[in-house]
Each structure stands twice: as C-alpha cells, then as structure tokens.
C-alpha cells in the first residue's frame, strides 16, 4: 500500500514524539521505582531498628523480673532469649502494628542463627525453619530493566535483614519481608500515570503533525494537478504557488518546462506528420522494431504485403506479426522476437491479387554499438520491374521525341515549298483530266504527311496543365457516357463499379478524360460482340485507382513491350498515337499506368493517381523544411 506525502509526515512526527515519550516515560519510571525501593529500604531498616530495641527492652524486663539463663550455653540462653521475647507484648504489638501500617512490609520474623523462627508476625512460621531471602538493597541497586522483570513478574519476598547481638556475638537475626506484588501495587499509580501521559502526548502530537503538514503541504496537492495537466497536454501559464519559499520555485520551474515540452510537443508532432506523409507515400513496407521486438513504426504500404492494417501491427511483437507459419517467418531468421540482418532475399507472398514476389531487407539499428531496433523492408519485385520498365519506355519515348521533333521541323519547310510550287503548277497546268488528277492526288499526300508532322510536333510540344480538384466518378461517368453509343453499336456491354469513398484527385480533367476514354475505346475495338469492358474506381492508400477491363483478345508478349511507343498500333486504320498521350499524360500528373494483358482472356489496365489531399499536405509539409523551427512555434 502507498502512503501519501502527508501520512508519511504525520506517522513520521507521530513516531518521533512516541520515541520521545517513551524515552522520557522510561527515565520517569526508572527513577520511581529505584525511590520507591530505595524509601522501602529505608522503612524496613527503620522498622528493623525497631524491633532491634523491643527486643533489647524485653530481656531488660526479664533480668529485672529476676529471670536468668539457666547456663550460657547455646541452648540455654535460646531458651531465655525466647522466653524474654514471648513475655514482651511491647515487641508483639510492635510488630504486628508495623506490619498493619506498612503497606509492603508482609511479615517480620526473628531467627535464631540456625534460621528456626523465634518470633513472627505471621504466627504459622514460629518455630519454623526459613530459607534465605533476596535482599531489598540488591533490589534497590539493580538495573531498570532487572527491576521491572522483577516486580512485574511472579510475587516473591524481599527482605531487610538486621543482625540481633548477645553478648557481643550474632544471636539473632531480625528479618523484615517486603512482597514485591505490595511494591509493584505502590508503583503502578506511577506507571498508569506516565502511561496516560504518554498516551495523550502522542495523541496530540499526531492531531498537531495532520494538521501542520495539511497546511505545509496544501501547495504539493496544487503542484501535482498541475503536473497532472501538463501530462494530458495542459499548460498552465502562470505558477499555481504564488508563496515566495521553495514550492513557489517548484511551481514557476514546471510551468518553464511546461513552456518547453509544449514547443517540444508542437515540433515532434510537425515532425511526426512529415514523417506519416512520407511514410504514406512510400511503396515499400516498412516495419521498425524496437530492441525488444515489438513493432514501434509501421507504413501503410505493409498492408498490401502482410493484410493486417498498419495502426492493428503496432505494438504486436515479431512472434505476433510473423506467426510460425508464415511465409516470411523463415526468410528473416526469428528467434525469440529478434531478427536477423539479411539483404536481397525474395519470398512469395499470397494476395487479394495472387502470388506476390517480395524482396526482403533486415537492418539492425545500432548505437554505441548496443542493439536498439531492427528495420524490416517488404517491397514488391514485380511492381519494381514493372516500374523499371516504365522508365527504359518513357527514355525511348523521350528520345523518340525528341528526334521526331527535329525531324518535323526539317520536314515541314520543306512541305511548306512544295505546296507552293504546287499551287503554281497547278495553275500552269492543262485542264485535261490526267494532269489534273496526278497535281490532286500530290495534293492529298502532301496533306497528309504535313497531318503526320502536326502529329509529332503536338506529341512533343510541352503540355500546359490547368490543375483543379476533380471528382473522378463523374469523370467515368462523362467517358462512359460517350463511349456507349460505340459500345452499342458493336455489341458490347458497359459496365462500371464505382466507389463514393475516393476523394479527388489534382489533375487536369481534359487530359484525364482523354486518357480514360482512349482506354475505354481501345477496349471496346479489340473485344468481340458479345464481350464486356468493365470500368472501376477505387481508393488505395493515398492513391486513386482506375481499372479499365476488357474481355477482348489480350495483346501478345512481343507486343507488350511497345503498346505505348508512339505510332504502334496493331488495329488497321489505327494512328498509334492515344496509348502514347495516355501513358504521357498519366506521368504529367505524377500518375502510374499498368496493364496486365492474356491472349484469349483480355486485358486490364490500371492508372494510379495521388489524392489531391495528399499532394497538398506533402507540399505544405515540403515547404515547411525551409523554415526555421522557430517560425513554426510562433
């Protein structure tokens, strides 16, 4: 049990003056009892010397009543003695009135040197042989604690001893019994005394020690709820002590370093968003482990690898998140929720979307050489080649485009002549019909290769994008819309699954619709009477997701490769330009394109496109890093 601050006073002072008391009470005692012994000694001679001249004044009174000894042997003058002392009633009342008015003498007794008892106050000893008794005086001189075994512990006889003399020699002894139970009863008034006294010293002490440490201690209450709010995020700008002594110190030193962990507070808490933003925007899964293999930081991206959503994995143990069978559980090495470093290693993990190839990475955390957390790496081989793919295309396209457009310009003024000269033919020849048609028939080629030149420059010329926040569902819907006459006349079936969840997307809704819609009608052209494309939106992540699917013929593996390239095209009459402007158009907006395609069973493209939110706190937290720390506090 937990003892407050001001119990610990009280018991602590309440402990002090009982120790106190009871040192005090212990001399008081000590000094009663070694008086009230050394004053019963004191009786017990007095009454001793008493009996000494009774006895003394009865053999008078016998020598003058003419009785003598028979002889002075031993026997004899014990005879004499003893009848001197029962003729004398003066030695009889004598002592039975010192025993009456004493209250601890318990009997007086004269005994010859033999021990036998010549004359007594309790009449059954007479002629009785005694043993011998403590004596007072040793008593008196003991120790306190030799003293209270002795009179608080089972009643026994004290006595005071005074040698009677006949002759000049020992005779006699006269014994005075002093009964420790009498003495104990003569002290007890004394002990219950100092024990009430102790009692109410203590009593009052504990009552005067509440109360002072109720009013010392008052501001420590007021200084713990003000640490109680700084800790659920309070901070009280003024001291909750204003008294000038050290609690008022106590009390303005916590409001500084409240002062202190609200700015600290206001930083990690920046920080930490930018570090939930970047970690949201990561394609790879990242899980941090703290030295005693429990998860501390989790991306969301694990999500798509591990199916466990990101805030539900943190806290979990390794043994937890990779439980004996899975998958991974082999690759990283577990023992008793500690990793093993490791790099470039694969697994397949199973998913919504079929078999995943994982490459795996373990880091271990260090400082001062000492283990603090191990850093796990999940990231998506596939996704990872595909992107890679992505990219060798979009340096062929850049650089097809970059020739194109060279070539275009060299082109065209040549073009722009060769129309002119041939307007001036045109005029200068004869009206007969084969000439006339050979000049038309110039005419429509020279047409169409300047429609092929326009055609490269518009592809390479920079695109000027008017950004908005645009709802992707009416979007779909605006291409479907168009799209279903087409679909109708061909006898396809347009299907759409769209869901209300998906926020929107910063992008330029022209460009986007044109690419949705090339999408869309490429689909219907290459899928049979019959067939289906199926057009869904969804949320992933911070992302966006567009899924265009076709039940049509699929696209071969050799053509896979270059359904993108500008002017490819395996559908006759087809300009081989709207998957090029779509693929270009979804990298203008920081987009990702992908397709999955088999030959008999279709094909499916998938645009991923950021959530506008997502952008606009990434470049409020981006610009946010070229100020100072100071300019966000205030």
């Known amino acids: 049990m937990r003892l407050s601050l001001k119990t610990k006073f009280t018991l602590a002072t309440s402990l002090l003056v009982l120790l106190v008391v009871t040192v005090v009470s212990s001399l008081y005692v000590a000094r009663l009892m070694r008086q ?4 019963q000694s004191e009786t017990a001679g007095f009454v001793a010397q008493q009996v000494y001249d009774a006895c003394v004044n009865a053999l008078t009174e016998a020598n003058e009543r003419g009785e003598a000894p028979a002889s002075f042997n031993s026997a004899d003058l014990r ?56 004596a007072i005086s040793s008593l008196a001189r003991a120790g306190f604690f030799q003293q209270m075994r002795e009179l608080l512990g089972p009643a026994q006889t004290y006595e005071f001893s005074y040698p009677f003399l006949l002759q000049g020699a020992p005779f006699a002894d006269i014994r005075v019994g002093l009964s420790s139970a009498l003495i104990r009863a003569q002290i007890m008034p004394g002990l219950a005394s100092a024990s009430y006294w102790a009692l109410g010293s203590v009593l009052i002490s504990t009552l005067l020690a509440f109360l002072v440490s109720s009013i010392a201690l008052a501001p420590v209450a007021r200084i713990s709820a003000q640490l109680d709010r700084i800790s659920a995020g309070q901070f009280d700008a003024e001291p909750v002590v204003a008294q000038g ?36 925007g990561l394609e790879y899964g990242m899980l941090l482990f703290n030295a005693q293999g429990r998860a501390v930081l ?54 919504s979307a079929g078999p995943r190839r994982t490459g795996v990475t373990v880091q271990l955390v260090r400082e001062h050489g000492v283990r603090m957390g191990t850093l796990v790496t999940l990231r998506d081989v596939g996704s990872l080649e595909r992107i890679g793919s992505q990219l060798q295309l979009s340096e062929r396209m850049a ?34 019909p084969e000439p006339q048609q050979a000049v038309k028939m110039l005419d429509s080629e020279i047409d169409r290769l300047d429609r092929a030149v326009k055609t490269f420059l518009n ?25 279903r006459p087409a679909a109708l006349r ?59 699917e076709d039940s049509g013929r699929g696209i071969s593996p050799a053509d896979q490769k270059k359904i993108f390239q500008l002017f490819f095209t395996t559908r006759p009459g087809g300009s081989g330009i709207g998957l090029a402007n779509t693929f270009r158009f979804v990298q203008l907006h920081e987009g990702r394109i992908e397709f999955e395609s088999e030959l008999g069973r279709g094909t499916t493209f998938r645009i991923e496109l950021p959530l506008a939110r997502s952008v606009k706190a990434l470049a409020e937290k981006v610009s946010d890093f070229d100020k100072p720390v100071a300019a966000e506090q205030t």
């Open 36 to 39: 009230t012994l050394r004053q």
């Open 79 to 134: 005879d004499y003695v003893q009848r001197a002392f029962d003729a004398s009633t003066t030695l009889d009342s004598l002592m039975g009135s010192d025993v009456g008015i004493s209250p601890t003498i318990s009997e007086i007794t004269i005994s010859d040197s033999d021990s036998i008892v010549m004359v007594s106050s309790d009449a059954a000893l007479r002629g009785q042989k005694i043993a011998g008794r403590p």
């Open 245 to 280: 002594d050290e609690f008022g110190a106590v009390s303005t030193k916590i409001v500084g370093i409240g002062k202190q962990l609200r700015d600290v507070r206001e930083v990690f808490s920046s920080l930490r968003e930018n570090l939930d933003q970047v970690m949201s």
């Open 298 to 351: 989790v991306s969301p991206a694990v999500e798509q690898f591990l199916g466990l959503p990101a805030e539900e994995m943190r806290g979990l143990t390794v043994a937890e998140i990779f439980p004996p069978q899975h998958p991974l559980r082999g690759v990283l090495h577990i023992e008793e929720d500690q990793i093993e470093p490791t790099e470039g290693t694969e697994a397949t993990l199973e998913g």
């Open 399 to 432: 650089v097809l485009g970059r020739q194109t457009a060279g070539v275009a310009h060299e082109v065209k003024n040549p073009l722009n002549s060769m129309r002119l000269w041939l307007e001036v033919l045109k005029a200068n020849m004869p009206v007969e």
């Open 459 to 483: 592809f390479t010329r920079p695109v000027e994008l008017k950004l908005e926040e645009v709802e992707l569902r009416s979007v779909v819907e605006e291409v479907l819309d168009a799209a």
């Open 490 to 548: 061909a006898g396809l079936q347009l299907e759409a699954h769209t869901s209300s969840d998906v926020p929107g997307v910063l992008a330029d809704r022209q460009l986007i619709h044109q690419a949705l819609q090339n999408l869309v009608l490429n689909g219907c052209d290459f899928t049979d009477r019959g067939g289906k494309v199926t057009v869904s939106l969804n949320r992933a992540s911070e992302f966006a997701v567009i899924t265009v």
